[in-house]
């Protein structure tokens, strides 16, 4: 798949997601996108696309559980009325949380390195940054759209306002 592809690909769905809101059609299409990226530039063979993205896939879910046990230990405590001793025991957990991202990203980073080589593997971490980036960079010209048509709308009912009152 080209990169003029794939852009258009990440805007389509972009769009899609943000009117369609946070559903899961939007997140299956951006997942969608994110696996056509990173097979494009990891240039798997089928072979190995079959063997890599359960791995992967099992790797994200793992790693997003992960994430979400310190989002939900945050969320639990309001920071500017925590105890000393609950300051360090998120923060004591925190670095548990990394710890265990640590080994994990470790074990799949073995695990995934049989079924591609290591320049794919120093690939994969480069295109899923960039597709982060790209995620990004359309949601804020999303954002910065939107705004702009909100200030287009606010003068348009301001200038009938004034014709109305004159």
Known sequence: MNKKLIYFLISFVL???ISLGQ????RERIESARIALITERLGLTPE???????????YNLERRAL??????????????????????????????IKEKQLHLEKTYSERLNE???SQQMLSLRKA????????????EERKRQQMRQEQMKNRREEIMKNKGSN
Request: proline share 2%; net charge negative; aromatic share 10%.
């Open 67 to 96: 994430n979400q046990q310190f989002m939900q230990a945050r969320k639990d405590i309001d920071i500017n009325k925590m105890t000393e001793d609950e300051g360090r025991k998120l923060m004591s957990f925190g670095l548990e």
């Open 115 to 117: 079924v591609v080589s």
């Open 15 to 17: 769009m899609a997601q």
């Open 23 to 26: 559903n899961r059609e939007a």
């Open 128 to 139: 899923e940054e960039d597709f982060r980036k790209m995620i990004i960079q359309r949601l």
């Open 48 to 58: 190995q696309a079959q063997s890599f993205w359960p791995l992967y896939n099992q």
